[in-house]
């Protein structure tokens, strides 16, 4: 894993853009080909530390919010304060991406090892609350993606999100 981030910054710091944009291409078609997927974690950190504009590849934002096991990143990066340039841009576009079978905001809190759903009832809540989102702005995203014609499991979701964010 620290090869995926630290090996093609050090070999190509002016191409480290094609990386990002080539990297994300197998989320969406494979989102549990695990093993191929698992270097996607270094894209954000490249984007921390200011060498990429921050992604925003409808996979890379299924990334960040579903956590791919063995990145560094996943969902603690959208984790309030731990990477700005992701919270402000790559996960705010959440309500623009639809969740994959295998890559959704409401799969990721069902099948989470945590006592409770944690996307839902703590994480985009704490981004309104500290102010990284307006309020107003995730009620617009929430009508926006339910708007789009979600699947029923995912509009639940996102109606309770809603009901959290409204609260």
């Not at 270094?42 to 992604?55: E, I, K, Q, Y």
């Not at 409770?116 to 990284?132: F, I, K």
């Amino acid at each position: 894993m620290p090869d995926a981030v630290d090996l093609p910054a050090a070999f190509f710091p002016d191409r480290l853009d094609a990386f990002v944009t080539q990297v994300v291409v197998p989320l969406p078609a494979q989102p549990q080909a695990w093993d191929r997927i698992r270097s996607l974690g270094a894209m954000f950190d490249w984007a921390h530390r200011g060498l990429v504009r921050a992604p925003t590849q409808d996979g890379t934002v299924l990334c960040v919010a579903t956590a791919v096991p063995g990145a560094r990143s996943g969902i603690s990066a959208a984790l309030p304060g731990n990477r700005p340039c992701l919270v402000e841009v790559t996960f705010a576009r959440i309500f623009d991406v639809d969740g994959i079978e295998g890559a959704s905001l409401a799969q990721r809190d069902q099948t989470a090892s945590w006592p409770r759903r944690r996307l839902d009832s703590y994480v985009m809540p704490q981004l309104v609350r500290r102010g990284h989102w307006s309020r107003q702005m995730a009620l617009d995203g929430i009508d926006l993606a339910v708007s789009r014609g979600q699947t029923p499991y995912l509009e639940r979701w996102f109606r309770g999100l809603e009901q959290i964010v409204s609260s």
